[in-house]
Nanobody
Framework: QLQLVESGGGLVQPGGSLRLSCAAS??????IGWFRQAPGKEREKVSC????????DYADSVKGRFIISREKVKNTVYLQMNSLTPEDTAIYYC????????????????WGRGTQVTVSS
């Protein structure tokens, strides 16, 4: 059983940065994705990183601004978020699955409880 714990959310001004973390023992064997859900909107995939190849993918809305990475020694995956806008306001969730990143959707094996990110002046 994988227990994912997100951290790093908070309130930030437009143009600012935050780094989210997703930690769990045994995380290294899984592909890890970050999702977000804004009020009144469906959950959307933001980014994903492969366990084996380290290959990453990003939603068009965050390309060039967000960077996903993993530190296997610490069993942690990060999401560095730069140039934040109010449209990035959402609860951010990390999820883990053995399936490939391109297949990541709603039905993944493990989910964290989420961390709130609010971008506002």
């Amino acid at each position: 059983q994988l227990q994912l714990v997100e951290s790093g959310g908070g309130l930030v001004q437009p143009g600012g940065s935050l780094r989210l973390s997703c930690a769990a023992s045994g995380l290294d064997y899984y592909n890890i994705g970050w999702f977000r859900q804004a009020p009144g909107k469906e959950r959307e995939k933001v980014s994903c990183i492969s366990s084996t190849s380290g290959r990453t993918d990003y939603a068009d809305s965050v390309k060039g601004r967000f960077i996903i990475s993993r530190e296997k020694v610490k069993n942690t995956v990060y999401l560095q978020m730069n140039s934040l806008t109010p449209e990035d306001t959402a609860i951010y969730y990390c999820a883990a699955d053995l399936g490939p990143c391109w297949s990541f959707g709603a039905n993944l094996d493990y989910w964290g409880r989420g961390t709130q990110v609010t971008v506002s002046s």
